[in-house]
């Protein structure tokens, strides 16, 4: 059986024919990837593909299986499409084989590299993501790892000539360029094609998305009412009616200075398109909600220095009913702003100036391994999790390998590689979050613990088990060695940068009743690419021993790589 399900997640990993075009995330609309009719001419480095599968270190060759959704190139011609565009939005997601060399081309001839550049320490012109300027940081993956590139782009800047602008760019989730100007040399005002380009190894393409920006204004807002209640900031429930009456415009400012309020609007949204939309809220207080025809929207907590929230709505042509509710912190200025987007416009503001004043400055603040490791305990939120984890330990070393472990349940939670950590929510003013964000390229490993003692090798993995955190030391090179008793044996737990990869070492004092295993990973598909190296998900790669048993196992939607532990065992990770 453990065959049969290796054999099916290689043929998955090989031949992902699910994966199309019609997947490109959030409001995007999709470059047809059926065949390469949505590009000028026939190019015979290029291929519409239904499946890729590349070795990480090139040991094989990419291994292709027919279909559709998947663009893939090699060295040679560029690929330009049909589509022609000035201003946009454009989603991809990408995969390198080693040492792949490209780029995308925007309109007006701005390159941005796409290469295989995830081992190295400092970002240059061959960084993934450089565009006239280098990254802040490198978040590009390993090859033969689905990424994803997401931009803004304007061609054209107002009142600079021979100018475009790239508003932002993330790479796997990670801002590395914002408001960049760069010379335009070929003026896109009346559009260009978007191109594709391969001048090493082999750069695959599948879910492309974009958008065409325009400046119109398809949903506006009328007959606004508002009623200002005098209730605490923090009530529940409000009553006090202060004062009501109507306005032309969005704005708190008809509170007239009120240091405690609830406020509340109703009016149409007037909507000239049908579609989705997307609203977001920019605000300093405890709450602002946002109901369209009685259904909620957009529901956002605490905002103590006008951080967003997001919701969308698909709304037909059309009026609209909605209701806003706002309340403000008496210790700080009040601040209210709602902005709306849908695909092929830009995002506009819905309130007046006036309403958002310049929010007080708020310090980025950062931990920086120098010399020698660094570690910081804080409380850590999972996405998808409601309630903190209390008792964390994040670890960044000098190489820029860094993670996190959960020191009641003996987790390895997430890893990431890059910049270390974002603590200012629990270094500024109060710190009341006690939150410690992850600054670089995170990947999330298993919120459950690594350790269980099993009957066998098919048992189900516990959601608690008995382990016991008993303290770390410090070895030689400032890394901590965590120490946990798992019914009657002892583990240590020892994490370092190699380098190129973080390297795993488990060693088991004392003999357990039941044969002890760890939970290296857990994803939707996990694959051996060859004897001994995993694939987990496009997350990352782990190596264990050749002769070690490792087991890819099905627990219901998900998928698990477990491994018998006793002695010394030593295992490594990569993305």
Known sequence: MRHFFIKACLLCLASPVLVLGQMVKGNYSPLSLKDLSSFEGGKPNWSVQGGIAIHPTGATKPKISSGEGILVGTTGSVITTKLKASDLRLYAE???SPDAEGSIILPGGQKVRISDSSKQKVTGVTTSGY???????NAAKAAGLWQTIELTYDASVPHVANSARLNSLSLNGVTILETIYLPNSKPATDGQPISFE??????AF????????????????SNLTYKVYSDKWDAKDYSKLDHEGQTAILTQEVTNGMREFHLVYEGDMEVAEAGDYIFTSIYSGPLFNVDVD????????????QETHTGSVNLTQGKHRFKIHYSRFPWRQPALGLRVEKAGIRPYDLHTLSSLPEPEPKPYISVTPD??????????LLPGEKYKRTHCISVGSPDG???TVDLNRGALVQAWRGQFADVTEMWYERGEPQLLFPAGLNVHISGRSSFATLENANAAWPDSSNINFLGYKIQSQGYPVFRYSVGSATVSDELVSTGNNMTRTLKVEGTSQSPL???????KQIVEVEKGLYQIDDKLYIMVDKKAKATIRPTGETSELILPVSGTTTYSMFW
């Open 94 to 96: 990408f995969m390198v």
């Open 131 to 137: 565009v006239g300027q280098f990254p802040t940081q």
């Open 198 to 203: 391969v001048t090493k190894g082999t750069i």
């Open 206 to 221: 599948r879910n492309i998305g974009y958008q065409l920006l325009a400046s119109r204004k398809p949903l506006t807002l």
């Open 294 to 305: 009685g259904k909620s929207v957009l529901a956002g907590g605490e905002s103590t220095s």
């Open 371 to 380: 010399m020698r490791p660094e570690m910081v305990r804080s409380f850590i």
């Open 401 to 403: 390998w860094n993670y």
């Open 517 to 523: 295993y760890s939970l290296l990973a857990s994803g």
